[in-house]
């Protein structure tokens, strides 16, 4: 099983500043790896798919790099309802598996 | 619009069974693969099992392979999710998930508590 293993555990930033979340894979995942964005009461929101695709009304803002084994989310400029648990899934090998999660909160 | 809607969860004691179901709308059912998605109380997302579009080709998560069946209905526009033998570390929130991979679409989850 490939783990995924994230960083920070929880970033506190300012609206405006740009953050940055790494991802880290046990193995190499090639490019299939995606970011997804989940508020507390909510299901998740596919936010970038093959590590750098933003997914459909996703704003230009939120942008991903990275292949092989390290991966970054980058969100540009913080907005108020960025502000939320970030989680990063590999689709390489079955079983599919998701990070432990970024929380990004408000400093 | 893509609509996905759980539902079947609640409390069971230890060692019961429970029947997910998740109602599909706004596309076409049957070209697409679906997955269950859990997350336990406070936790991380826990991938738990995949269906191909045809039914051809299943996938479980170790942590309930043996316990937990997937299966689809395409003429009736369903997913579920037989849950069979469940033990508290169970407990979560199940959301339906639409894609091979790339979970584009999810439902807002039905809670599955185990306890006794």
């Known amino acids: 099983e490939i783990v995924l293993t994230q960083s920070p555990a929880t970033l506190s930033l300012s609206p405006g500043e740009r953050a940055t979340l790494s991802c880290r894979a046990s193995q190499s995942v090639s490019s299939y790896l995606a970011w997804y964005q989940q508020k507390p009461g909510q299901a998740p929101r596919l936010l970038i798919y093959?590590?750098?695709n933003r997914a459909t009304g996703i704003p230009a803002r939120f942008s991903g790099s990275g292949s092989g084994t390290d991966f970054t989310l980058t969100i540009s400029s913080l907005e108020p309802e960025d502000f939320a648990v970030y989680y990063c899934q590999q689709r390489s090998n079955w079983p599919n598996t998701f990070g432990q999660g970024t929380k990004l909160e408000i400093k | 619009e893509v609509q996905l809607v759980e539902s079947g969860g609640g409390l069971v004691q230890p060692g019961g069974s429970l029947r997910l179901s998740c109602a599909a709308s706004g596309f076409t059912f049957s070209s697409y693969s679906m997955n269950w998605v859990r997350q336990a109380p406070g936790k991380g997302l826990e991938w738990v099992s995949y269906i191909s579009s045809s039914s051809s080709t299943i996938y479980y998560a170790d942590s309930v392979k043996g316990r937990f069946t997937i299966s689809r209905d395409n003429a009736k526009n369903s997913l579920y999710l037989q849950m069979n033998s469940l033990r508290d570390e169970d407990t979560a929130v199940y959301y339906c998930?639409?894609?091979?991979?790339?979970?584009?679409?999810w439902g807002q989850g039905t809670l599955v508590t185990v306890s006794s």
């Open positions: 093959d590590a750098s």
């Open positions: 998930a639409r894609g091979s991979g790339i979970l584009g679409y």
